[in-house]
T-cell receptor, first 115, second 111 residues
Framework: AQKVTQAQTEISVVEKEDVTLDCVYETRDTTYYLFWYKQPPSGELVFLIRRNSFDEQNEISGRYSWNFQKSTSSFNFTITASQVVDSAVYFCALSEGGSQGNLIFGKGTKLSVKP | NAGVTQTPKFRVLKTGQSMTLLCAQDMNHEYMYWYRQDPGMGLRLIHYSVGEGTTAKGEVPDGYNVSRLKKQNFLLGLESAAPSQTSVYFC??????????FGSGTRLTVV
């Protein structure tokens, strides 16, 4: 069965530090999609990235970068030079290719960035 | 475009009362989902629909019913609310796995 594990429940850093949020997934499918969402204190879910299982290229978007490694079933998220506005709960999620499109979420990592 | 709209945004219910949460999307998406979010649990799938007139159970369906009579609407019903159903409810829609759009959530408290 599919599963997403975010082992870090809470992380606290000081502004300008780099921080990596870990995500490990389990799936039997060869075709699947991985996602990261941000949930700021206001509560809405903000889409950050989608990656399909055939594309292992790392992605960089400004201060955000993602490292996808199929060999270790991991899809880690790094924030460089963190800012207070990065404080939020971050969710990793998995959608299997053969499923009805259901998105399976990890339990989330709460990131606190202190000034 | 409004995207996904959830109604209401907040609600307080007494134990045993019933209510319906409405989710409406204007993107012509086939797939729609209801999730609940509880502290430390992430988002868990309650029910989902792969098209008008179809519904299916997710991970935590007990105590809830759903209907999708029109493609753009997905209703979540609580027939007899219990305190354990206190949660934040999110609706989402998608064109299969390619893009999920979430509503802003409904905060429900059952006292």
């Amino acid at each position: 069965a599919q599963k997403v594990t975010q082992a870090q429940t809470e992380i606290s850093v000081v502004e300008k530090e780099d921080v990596t949020l870990d995500c490990v997934y389990e799936t039997r499918d060869t075709t699947y999609y991985l996602f990261w969402y941000k949930q700021p204190p206001s509560g809405e879910l903000v889409f950050l990235i989608r990656r399909n299982s055939f594309d292992e290229q790392n992605e960089i978007s400004g201060r955000y970068s993602w490292n996808f490694q199929k060999s270790t079933s991991s899809f880690n998220f790094t924030i460089t030079a963190s800012q207070v506005v990065d404080s939020a709960v971050y969710f990793c999620a998995l959608s299997e290719g053969g499923s009805q499109g259901n998105l399976i979420f990890g339990k989330g990592t709460k990131l606190s960035v202190k000034p | 475009n409004a995207g996904v709209t959830q109604t209401p945004k907040f609600r307080v219910l007494k134990t045993g009362q019933s209510m319906t949460l409405l989710c409406a999307q204007d993107m012509n998406h086939e797939y729609m989902y209801w999730y609940r979010q509880d502290p430390g649990m992430g988002l868990r799938l309650i029910h989902y629909s792969v098209g008008e007139g179809t519904t299916a159970k997710g991970e935590v369906p007990d105590g809830y019913n759903v209907s999708r009579l029109k493609k753009q609407n997905f209703l979540l019903g609580l027939e007899s609310a219990a305190p354990s159903q206190t949660s934040v409810y999110f609706c989402a829609s998608s064109m299969r796995r390619y893009g999920y759009t979430f509503g802003s959530g409904t905060r429900l408290t059952v006292v």
